[in-house]
């Protein structure tokens, strides 16, 4: 697989720079990443490797807030084996021994230390595992030593709780030490976070999953995190495989995307190896990409 580019797309939403940063490419099972929708139909869109993968980003968004920078999801970080990496056909190495987040955060012009905020949208492997690194002693430390972390409450429970379908995509190292030092804040139900940020629950893909809404100078971005990981799941019932309760992601995907549609958002899509940003329309039948 080539790594998905550019590593960084800046755009301008109202009165703040937005950076979406293309943080790594894996290579997931397109049966997996489509659920009950067959490969005739999804891979007239995406086409498959011989092994059945489709090509997947980890896109991460910079938002140069009047608090601080913000960023919403971290990727998978540095902390997994070769092994993984292999499994899930991770590539989200770096220059000089960065990962490619911090190479796309170095790029807008800022270094992890600028970083003031961590939204994550839930704690899975690929959306968190960047909120902490293994440094070259072998410790496991934050990568954002000067941010506040948010995450829903029910989400770390979840997390904390795995079950044999659950378990393979949680990783306590990617939060437990920030939890330790108090700089997670956990919170339930859908809130502002700083002026114009908020996260709004979009449940199904986890039980307490949450999108980020950013408004600013009366424009609307969503980043959707993985309630539509792609451009290719807009249409309603294309749903993930992983998803552990698809008929919620269902009522969650119509109400987000009816908004989207109504108000004009523009749509940040966290795993579109090419797509990272768009607009939604409806045919009559299902939406899709706005030409």
């Not at 429970?157 to 378990?167: D, F, K, Q, V």
């Not at 698809?246 to 940040?268: G, Y």
Request: charged content about 20%; some cysteine.
């Amino acid at each position: 697989m080539s790594f998905p580019h550019p590593l960084l797309d800046t755009r301008t939403l109202g009165r703040w720079r937005i950076h979406a940063i293309q943080a790594g490419g894996q290579q997931l099972d397109g049966g997996a990443m489509f659920g009950v929708v067959p490969k005739t139909l999804w891979e007239r869109r995406l086409a498959s490797d011989a092994k059945n993968r489709i090509p997947l980003g980890m896109r991460c968004l910079l938002v140069e807030h009047d608090d601080g920078l913000v960023l919403i999801d971290t990727g998978l970080g540095n902390k997994e084996n070769p092994k993984f990496h292999e499994i899930y056909g991770v590539e989200n190495d770096g220059t000089e021994g960065r990962t490619a987040l911090e190479d796309g955060i170095r790029e807008a012009g800022f270094t992890p230390d600028d970083v003031r905020l961590v939204i994550n949208t839930h704690l899975h492997f690929d959306h968190a595992g960047g909120n902490t690194w293994r440094n070259p002693a072998g410790d496991v430390q934050s990568t954002f030593p000067n941010a506040r972390f948010v995450v829903q409450a029910g989400e770390r429970a979840y997390a904390e709780h795995p079950n044999e379908r659950t378990s393979a995509s949680y990783f306590p190292a990617n939060w437990a030490s920030i939890v330790a030092a108090d700089r997670f804040d956990f919170i339930t139900g859908d809130r502002e976070i700083v002026p114009g940020i908020s996260v709004r629950l979009t449940p199904g893909h986890t039980p307490h999953h949450q999108s980020v809404i950013l408004q600013s100078g009366g424009e609307t971005a969503c980043f959707l995190g993985d309630v539509v990981p792609t451009s290719h799941h807009l249409p309603l019932p294309w749903i993930m495989g992983y998803d552990v309760e698809p008929l919620v992601t269902l009522e969650s995907k119509r109400a987000l995307l009816a908004d989207a549609l109504r108000d004009d958002w523009l749509l940040i899509f966290e795993h579109d190896a090419s797509v990272g940003f768009g607009r939604v329309m409806h045919d009559g039948k299902s939406y899709q990409l706005a030409e």
